[in-house]
Every structure is written in C-alpha cells, then in structure tokens.
C-alpha cells in the first residue's frame, strides 16, 4: 500500500504533519493526492538550481532578478524562471515521503513545474521526516500566463514505507492518431498571455492548430509542443492509483513531456477513458504513428476509496476527456 488516499491524507493534516500559511480547502483534497498552492511570495531567477547542502535563502539571494508579488494578478512570461515560495508546509513522519507532479491543466498548458526542498538532492521528491519549506520553480514553455497567490498548479502524493516502486501491474501506453480526425493540437508561437482563473474562456484556434492527418502518422517538429491522446482506454479502480512513466529515448526521438498521475476512480467505467499525452521532439523532427509506444502506465494499490474518487461528483476537469484542452479554453 505505498499511496495514501484521501482519509490518510486528512489524517497528516490532522496531525499538523501538512500546515499551510492558510487554510488547507477541502477543493485541495483530491482522491490520493493533495494540491498545492502557491503563496505570495515569488522571485524570477537567473537559472534553476538544486539546493543540496545550500539554504534556498541564500540561492536565492545569489539568483533573483526580482522579487514579485502575487498578491494581486501578476504576468509571468514565457521562458523565464520564477520561483514561488507554496503556502503548504510539511513535518513528515519517518515512514512518509512526498513526490510532487504537475496538474493536469498545468502539463496541458506546457507549463514546467518542479518542487524544490531545503537541502533537496534531487526536484520533486521529498524525503522521509522532511520538515520545512516547499518552493515551486515554473517556467511558462508556450504560453505566457497571468496568475495569483493561492493557484495551484502541481499536486503532491504521499508514500508510506519503502516499498514505493512496488508496482501492482503495468501497461504500455501509445498515441492515437487518426486518419481525416483532428489528432492532436499544437501551440502556436506567438500569442497573448492565459488568465489561469479565466475556465472555458480563451478562443482554441488563437492558440492551438489543429492537426488533421491524411495517413496515421505525422511529423512533431523540433521544439514544438504537441497534446494528442493515447490509443489505449484507462480504468483505475477505487483500490489503485497509477503514474505514467515516460519511455526513455531508445524508443524514438521524442519525450512525453508531463509524466501523469491517475487518482483512483478515473476512467472506472465500462469503456475507461484515454489519456492526454503532451509530446516535444528533442533535437530534430521525428515521425510519429499510430500505436507508437510513448511510455507505461504503472498500478499501485491503495486503500479502497467509496466516496469522493475522480470523476463528476467531485467536478473533476477531465473525468469524460477524449483530446482535450487545458480547462481555460472554449471547447
């Protein structure tokens, strides 16, 4: 049982093992996660960095090219470092450790996030009795984006014992692409900033072409930023919850570019639903088709959740998706 669910979840915040700067919202607790927020605390930076045995204080110190408020709406521009301090902070403890993903609309939105640790080796994972706290560095890829204090853009799960990679099962997972069909969309280069809290408001085609193949398969262009779905349908059953792990490059001259975290109840349905997969060729175009192998979706067991999983009851974003945009633009 390496994944918490909901109730453990609750538990540590009970606990005060999870504490905010703020009240931790109900709307944070997901299935067998918990999002994050970002405070009002943020400084653009000079270059990304790991801290090891370093004080992040003085990192920044040594980084920042300003400082920046989040209190009010506030522009963060597309390929420029920035480095918010999160509202949670943390008192784990020993069996319990922490590993962080982007949200679904931040991976969609080609927003690059990682959370950085005090004395953290390595980003977006943190270590057992870790007490501290939580930073997030973002980098806005396509799209410039407007944001806020309190936005969440990434989740973190919490693991209990050492047995994390005790997988249950796995399947592989492909890209969909259809013949005469939209399959896939891809960001445009130049465009106007995303209000992150503006839903099902933004004009798809001033930001995404849409990509109609006469065969069933396509060219992803060097440094382009592609959303297509994968051919397979998924299930993840109250008792399990799964991340998809990228393939290594052995498999083709591509990366998925978001790794992602299915929480219990998505897809459990009869036909299951496919996944969203955000796609970037590495150094030179590379063909892509239909049923290429992208990465694997690995099973973990947890304890059996009978309320609230992933879907409509819980307003879930992408609980019904097929090819589907980030939530901020029109469908």
Known sequence: MPYLNREQIINLIKKKSIYSNKYINKNQLQPASLDLTISSVCY?????????????????????????????????????????????????????????????????LDIFTRVITENGKEYDFINYNYRGKLYLEIIPQSFSIILKKNTSLNQIRFFKGTQIENKTKQINISVSIKKNQITAYKAKKITSAIDLNKINFYNTNKYWEEIVTKDNYFIIEKDEFYILRSKESIIIKNNQAAELEPFKDRFGNFRVHYAGFFDPGFGNNKHGTPAVLELRAYDTPFIIRDGQLVGQLNYYDIDEINENTYGAKIKSNYFNQNLKLAKQFRL
Request: hydrophobic residues 30%; charged residues 30%; proline residues 5%.
């Open 44 to 108: 653009r930076i000079k270059a990304s960095f790991i801290p090891n045995k370093l004080k992040i204080n003085k990192i920044i110190k040594e980084l920042s090219l300003n400082k920046i408020d989040l209190n009010k709406n506030t522009l963060l521009e597309k390929n420029c470092i920035y480095l918010c301090e999160l509202n949670e902070k943390l008192k784990l403890p020993k069996g319990i450790m922490g590993k962080s993903n982007p949200k679904s609309t931040t991976g969609r």
